[in-house]
């Protein structure tokens, strides 16, 4: 299974003929173009390069197939058939991590098999319920710390203390399953950071009645712990995040003295800020990037518009220059490569085209095809989404993306409104999006918004949002769909909202609360109670410390009662005057079925016309095959049924 595919520049001139496609308005596609399981994820090559390892579908379940470059065979070894394989990752040159969770509850086993499928561990049992009854309670929960790179057959995890949150370190052989201990939790760290040789050196410590966090440091392995850094533990963010290869200076992430994140250079020892490697003032930083190879960090990422990444190594910073050169208009990722760097794993994408791998032989520049993440989707056929910016009506600017479909002319089309979960933290991104492409392809604009308290923004502008559910947060979609029907894109008569979690939220919020602008709705595990969210039904058991948290972000049970009121969608059913479609997870941990279910009863009473979903093995979202198919053959049928767009026969 080698194929050998030209040199860059003809794989650029193939490319950009793609890319200068004719524009026509594409055909009705079927939906499992859209929502099918992938061909490939999280392709991955091993540390010595011998071997592919990938996410496959069989069983309509993702499973794991590795391909053997020595002797050129391929061979699935896992057979999941109730339950997808979540993620995987090389734990040495021959043997394989990966995980599992159930029924969408997010509680993830930990398995590792060789890559030809023998001597399967399980490290880390799935916790399972049905219902609220624990069908297995593992001995022990952990969390990795490090995959110890120079250490082939062990990980550093945190065993945790039963539900404190609170782990002790230990070793575990991914053969033989044994932990052996490395050390006791000093105090009440919750994380861990290790330097570049896989020796614990930091510590987050925080305690959930005290109003402080601690960074503690240590200078080596067998140093005694010192504070370096008190910092509020609800204000401004002052966070490590890794050594560079001299294995004392430490990079930060802090917002300190400002409203957007910025990175830094830091010395422990000294206790003092060296050197300020990246700061923006509209868009936080992210994370550093750092080469194994290359012993030291060399970039750190943002996201502006689209993903972007500073160079800090020039020797990186013309390998990409190269990839981007051969692979342009496209958003091209390293996602993984070899021990040496000679060969390197590129997952390149768009917002039209989920993506292609391709092995890069660093040494010879020569770049191979290896595999399509979907086959069905075509690019030519996709929609493009376009970065916007406008004010919101107290002038507070705000930016999402508008997706218009594909050969037709952006002029009073029918608008779909899709706000993103949340709310604190997520925002949306550029990049190739199923259920936009798909309701581009149905002929509906798309807009997303990214609504104050969006993360990525900065501190001021996450801030803007809190205590805003259905008010501020609201205002920002709302002013997004008047800015769009000014504009032109959209047909004021023609708009509808569709959101998961607190997107499902803000689609029921802007049902009862400005009716008159909407012709559907379409609610996605959403929460139609705030008084049902476990944050506030734990609030009154909590500690000042979380409940001061819960307070400033969200609200207050005990003081802001009529405000929790007014703005539960639920409590105003009756205005609704469209027709909606709402659908929920039993097994959801985060927005529990009982906020359906009240949902559901509330619209009957007032004799609403709507659609009801429950699952019975899903969570918060559906991720099996057959039901991800089966909401949005629903979703379909009641858009074309209500607010129907003219496209193309097949």
């Known amino acids: 299974m080698k194929v050998c595919f030209p040199r860059f520049l003809f794989l650029s001139a193939l490319i950009l003929t793609a890319a200068r496609a004719a524009a026509t308005q594409p055909p009705e596609l079927p939906l499992e173009v859209f929502f099918g399981n992938s061909q490939i994820t999280q392709l991955r090559i091993s540390p010595a390069g011998r071997y592919l390892a990938m996410l496959q579908p069989a069983n309509d379940r993702m499973n794991i197939t590795v391909i053997d470059r020595e002797k050129g065979t391929k061979k699935r070894i896992t057979d999941m058939k109730e339950e997808n394989v979540t993620g995987l990752f090389w734990l040495n040159d021959d043997r394989l991590g990966f995980n599992q969770q159930y029924k969408g509850q997010e509680s993830t086993g930990l398995y590792a098999v060789n ?74 760290v919750r994380q861990w950071i290790t330097d570049r040789a896989g020796t614990v050196r930091l510590g987050i410590s925080y305690d959930e009645t005290e109003e402080v966090s601690e960074v503690i440091y240590r200078r080596d392995g067998k140093s005694e712990w010192v504070t370096i850094k008190t910092t509020p533990a609800d204000g401004e963010n002052w966070e490590p995040l890794g050594f560079d290869g001299d294995n004392r200076t430490l990079y930060v992430r802090s917002n300190e003295g400002r409203s957007t994140s910025a990175i830094y250079t830091y010395d422990p020892e000294q206790r003092k800020i060296t050197g300020t490697v990246f700061a923006h003032d509209t868009y936080d930083a992210g994370g550093i990037i750092y080469s194994r190879h290359l012993k030291k960090v060399i970039g750190v990422s943002y996201e502006a518009e689209k993903p972007k990444i500073v160079w800090l190594d020039p020797e990186r910073r013309r390998l990409a220059a190269d990839i981007d050169g051969a692979l342009p208009n496209m958003q091209n990722t390293i996602v993984s490569a070899t021990r ?88 949306d991104s550029w990049g190739f999006n199923p259920e936009v492409q798909f309701l581009a392809n149905r002929g509906y604009a798309v807009l997303q918004i990214n609504y104050r308290g969006s993360g990525g923004y900065g501190r001021n502008f996450e801030e803007a949002g809190y205590r805003q559910w259905g008010l501020k947060m609201q205002d920002d979609l709302t002013d997004g769909v008047r800015w769009a029907i000014a504009q032109g894109y959209a047909d004021p008569g023609r708009v509808g909202i569709y959101g998961a979690s607190y997107g499902g939220y803000a689609a029921l919020a802007g049902l009862v609360y400005t009716p008159e602008l909407y012709k559907v709705g379409i609610n996605y595990v959403g929460v139609s109670d705030i008084n049902r969210l476990g944050i506030m039904l734990s609030f009154r058991g909590a500690n000042k410390v979380r409940r001061d948290y819960v307070a400033r972000r969200w609200l207050n049970p005990d ?92």
């Open 340 to 427: 040496d760097y000679s060969l390197v794993i590129i997952h390149s994408s768009s917002d039209r085209d989920p993506g292609t791998y391709f092995l890069l032989d660093t040494a010879k520049l020569e770049l191979t095809e290896l595999l399509r993440v979907s086959e069905p989707v075509k690019p030519a056929q996709m929609a493009e989404m376009h970065p916007v910016e406008f004010p919101a009506r107290d002038g507070l600017p705000l930016h999402g993306y508008l997706t218009l479909p594909a050969g037709r002319e952006p002029k009073n089309l029918p608008l779909i409104i899709h706000p993103h979960g949340g709310p604190f933290g997520p925002r």
């Open 115 to 188: 890559a030809d499928g023998t001597k399967l561990s399980v490290l880390q049992q799935l916790v399972a319920r049905e219902g609220e009854t624990v069908v297995n309670a593992p001995p022990k929960q952990f969390a990795v710390i490090d995959d110890l790179p120079d250490d082939p057959n062990h990980l550093l995890v945190a065993v945790y203390r039963g539900s404190s949150g609170l782990g002790d370190l230990f070793r575990i052989n991914v053969y033989t399953e044994k932990l052996s201990k490395v050390m006791n939790n000093p105090g009440k």
């Open 559 to 650: 003081v802001d009662g009529a405000q929790i009121k007014a703005t539960s969608p639920m409590n105003f059913v009756e205005n609704i005057r469209v027709p909606s479609l709402h659908a929920y997870g039993t097994y959801d941990p985060r927005v529990t079925k009982d906020q359906g279910q009240v949902l559901r009863d509330r619209l009957k009473k007032y004799g609403k016309n709507f659609k009801y979903i429950e699952v019975e093995n899903e969570g918060h979202g559906f991720g099996k095959f057959e039901n991800r198919i089966s909401f949005y053959r629903e979703m379909d049928a009641f858009l074309k049924q209500y607010m129907p767009a003219e496209i193309t026969a097949p």
